[in-house]
């Protein structure tokens, strides 16, 4: 049943509501945030349900077509809603971001044209100019060109929203895998500047942020030159960067993601061994474990090479822990190729890993390849090595009971008296302990282990561990 809205009334013009539901990775959820930051000085506050919004923002994902179709299916039901509310008396602005909006703009416009306003990745900067041309109009708008550095600046004003927060420092991609829109959809490698990515890291943490997560496409991809007055000057790698941010007063944590296996430098791996405050969390995809199938991919790596960089890094940083990406049933792959991504999976084992069905893009060369595997195959090994990620997830959760891990606390759980927080590994881990401790990094001694998280015990830092 759709939600009951109040009746308007004369007096001063009230605020508007926008619902951005995101679809996707985490450079989208970064997005969807800086668009209703955006929006909130023009009047919107963001509401739970579509039913309250007069403006429905759909931050979508390409990767996979399950991910496209979601979204056709999803303004389905909006056109019945806003229908209704215009039967109401009342309007709702419909529009498309992210990258199904720069892959699809023409088509979105042919299949459902209930929506007003279709906005690429690089165009959210605008979102305010577009609506206020949208409603002058009452006409379509397209609006997909690339203004990457134009967009990195306009996006970092913003307003932080409890202890931890995303920071772009670079988008796009260079490396045309030919399985992945990416490149198509949010353009060549750019890298913000080492001035930009440092102020709003300091206005952040001005803000009681703690952790902040630096995200690209191709993170470690990220070059710059060093700051003026920098006594090494040069020209900066990931590495570099991360230790210069955590020399900020307040920034305790620092992740990044997601990274490309061609881009893990020395530099970077260092830094990885020598950065307290670089948590020792990697998220590594190598997508397939048969050099047949990487080649096919244009991952520009082979099996062996990513086997040995992990080497590497724990070397480096022995308590690290690392995540993968997979995919399954890519053209071409026999039941031996699917084997030997299982090898990998085995030598290198997995704290966390997300895996899928290859699904064919349009406009990718994948889509064109031959001997495109059966759906049903695909199903079979999707789930076989599901199975043995989920085995090496839960070992690896396993392993942490008993010992104590900082944990910085961001939000209240669902009992009274409880918090939630994460652990070094983003695992999520709740305990007992005061409201006081929100925004705070404690020692958690790990008692047990959930189906989604651990369970800790706040200790204190004289007590002992054992």
């Known amino acids: 049943m759709m939600a009951t809205r109040q009746t308007k009334t004369a007096g001063p013009a009230p605020e508007k509501g926008v619902f951005i539901r995101t679809y996707g990775c985490q450079m989208n959820v970064y997005d969807s945030e800086r668009m209703a930051d955006l929006l909130k000085p023009i009047g919107y506050r963001s509401v739970d349900a579509p039913e309250d919004a007069d403006l429905v923002i759909l931050n979508t994902c390409h990767i996979r077509e399950k991910a496209a179709e979601k979204v056709y299916s999803e303004l389905g039901r909006l056109k019945r809603m806003k ?23 023409a088509e979105i416009s042919a299949r459902a044209p209930v929506v007003d306003l279709v906005v690429g990745p690089q165009a959210y900067h605008r979102l305010p100019e577009l609506l206020a041309r949208q409603a002058r109009e009452r006409g379509e708008i397209l609006d997909t060109d690339f203004a990457v550095e134009e967009k990195f600046d306009r996006l970092a004003r913003r307003s932080a929203d409890g202890p931890t927060a995303f920071v772009t420092i670079q988008e796009g991609c ?10 198509y959809t949010r353009g060549a490698e750019v890298s913000r500047p080492v001035s930009a990515i440092a102020g709003e890291a300091r206005a952040l943490a001005a803000q009681g942020v703690r952790e902040i997560t630096l995200l690209g496409q191709n993170v470690n991809a990220w070059a710059g030159d060093a700051p003026a007055g920098d006594p090494q000057g040069g020209r900066w790698g990931l590495g570099e960067l991360c230790r210069f941010l955590a020399k900020i007063d307040g920034i305790d944590r620092i ?18 061994g020598e950065e307290e405050k670089l948590m020792p969390y990697l998220h590594l995809p190598v997508q397939a474990g048969s050099d047949k199938i990487l080649k096919a991919m244009n991952r520009g790596h082979t099996a062996e090479h990513y086997v040995k960089l992990i080497d590497r890094i724990r070397a480096a940083r022995p308590d690290i822990a690392i995540s993968g990406d997979f995919i399954v049933g890519f053209p071409g792959e026999t039941t031996e190729d699917f084997n030997e991504t299982l090898a990998v999976v085995e030598a290198v084992g997995y704290a966390s890993a997300f895996s899928f069905k290859y699904s064919r893009r349009p406009g990718t060369p994948g889509a064109v390849m031959p001997k495109q ?4 195959e695909k199903e079979a090994r999707l789930a076989e090595l599901q199975a043995l990620l989920e085995r090496q997830r839960s070992d690896f959760n396993a392993a942490q009971i008993g010992k104590v891990l900082p944990v910085l606390f961001e939000k209240a759980g669902r009992h009274e008296g409880q918090l939630i927080g994460r652990s070094p590994y983003l695992q999520s881990v709740h305990a007992t302990a005061p409201k006081s401790m ?9 008692r047990d282990v959930t189906p989604n998280a651990l369970a800790g015990a706040l200790i204190s830092k004289d007590e002992d561990a054992a």
Do not use: W, Y
Request: charged content about 25%; hydrophobic content about 40%; some cysteine.
């Open 83 to 105: 229908s209704q509310r215009e039967n109401d008396g009342e309007g709702m602005t419909i529009a498309v971001a992210g990258c199904v909006a720069q892959a699809e703009g």
């Open 373 to 376: 595997v059966a759906e049903n």
């Open 255 to 272: 992740r990044f993601t997601t990274s490309h296996p061609r881009d893990m430098d020395d530099g970077l791996i260092a830094a990885l």
């Open 438 to 446: 929100l925004g705070k990094i404690a020692p958690a001694k790990i």
């Open 174 to 183: 260079d490396k045309f895998c030919t399985f992945c829109v990416v490149p």
